[in-house]
C-alpha cells in the first residue's frame, strides 16, 4: 500500500523531555510538511523540506526540530523549548512542492499530550 | 502570514439539500486553492482543488472561485449524513498551504 505513516497514534510527554515524531511515506515525493493543529484551529506549518538533506522554518518553528537525511522520512523532535506541545501533529508529503497546483497528502497524525 | 478565513459554523443541513461553505483570503496573488474534509479525530483528506475562475465539480461537490472578490467556495448536493465533517479551506503561498479554521457541517436525518 501506497501511503503516509506516522507513529505513534498516542504520545505522552512529561515536561522537559524531548520526544520524537516519526513520518513515513513510501509515495515517492520530494516534499515533505509537518503542521500542528489546536482544537478549533487551523494547521500551521512547522518544517518543510523540499529534497533531502535541506529544511526550512515553517511558521511556528520554534521549539521544534527536524531532518531529512533520506527522501521517505521526516522525523520531528518536539524538545523541551516547546512551551505548549499539547496538539495533533499532521506529517504530509507532495510530489514537487510549492508547484501550481501540486496536492498534499496527510499522514493520520500523532496526538501528542504534556502530562 | 496569509489569512483564509472561514464561518467556524456548524452549519447544520437536512440529508438530501445542498451545503454551501464560503472561504475569503486576503493574498490578491493566490493562485491555487483546496478543499480538505477532516472527519473528527481523523487528518485532512482532500476534496478538490481549484485554480480558475468559475465552477469545478467532481461528484456531488462542486467548488466556485472568484479572485475578483478573493472568495472560495464549496457547494455539497445531495448531502449525507456522511458528509458530517469540519472542512478547511487552503490556499497555497508559495511552498506552503494557509489553512482557514474550518466549518463543521453536521447533515441531519
Known amino acids: 500500500d501506497g501511503g503516509i505513516t506516522q507513529s505513534p497514534k498516542y504520545l505522552f510527554r512529561k515536561e522537559g523531555q524531548n520526544v520524537t515524531l516519526s513520518c513515513e511515506q513510501n509515495?515517492?515525493?520530494?516534499?515533505m510538511y509537518w503542521y500542528r493543529q489546536d482544537p478549533g484551529q487551523g494547521l500551521r506549518l512547522i518544517y518543510y523540506?523540499?529534497?533531502?538533506?535541506?529544511?526550512q522554518k515553517g511558521d511556528i518553528a520554534e521549539g521544534y526540530s527536524v531532518s531529512r537525511e533520506k527522501k521517505e522520512s521526516f522525523p520531528l523532535t518536539v524538545t523541551s523549548a516547546q512551551k505548549n506541545p499539547t496538539a495533533f501533529y499532521l506529517c504530509?508529503?507532495?510530489?514537487?512542492?510549492?508547484?501550481?497546483?501540486?496536492?498534499?497528502?496527510f499522514g493520520p497524525g500523532t496526538r501528542l499530550t504534556v502530562l | 502570514q496569509k489569512e483564509v478565513e472561514q464561518n467556524s459554523g456548524p452549519l447544520s443541513v437536512p440529508e438530501g439539500a445542498i451545503a454551501s461553505l464560503n472561504c475569503t483570503y486576503s493574498?490578491?496573488?493566490?493562485?491555487?486553492f483546496f478543499w480538505y474534509r477532516q472527519y473528527s479525530g481523523k487528518s485532512p483528506e482532500l476534496i478538490m482543488f481549484?485554480?480558475?475562475?468559475g465552477d469545478k465539480e467532481d461528484g456531488r461537490f462542486t467548488a466556485q472561485l472568484n479572485k475578483a472578490s478573493q472568495y472560495v467556495s464549496l457547494l455539497i448536493r445531495d448531502s449525507q449524513p456522511s458528509d458530517s465533517a469540519t472542512y478547511l479551506c487552503?490556499?497555497?503561498?508559495?511552498?506552503?498551504?494557509?489553512f482557514g479554521a474550518g466549518t463543521t457541517v453536521t447533515v441531519r436525518a
Open positions: 509515495l515517492n515525493h520530494d516534499a
Open positions: 493574498d490578491r496573488g493566490s493562485q491555487s
Open positions: 487552503a490556499v497555497r503561498d508559495d511552498y506552503k498551504l494557509s
Open positions: 504530509a508529503s507532495s510530489i514537487r512542492g510549492g508547484q501550481g497546483t501540486d496536492t498534499q497528502y
Open positions: 481549484i485554480y480558475s475562475n
Open positions: 523540506s523540499q529534497i533531502v538533506n535541506d529544511f
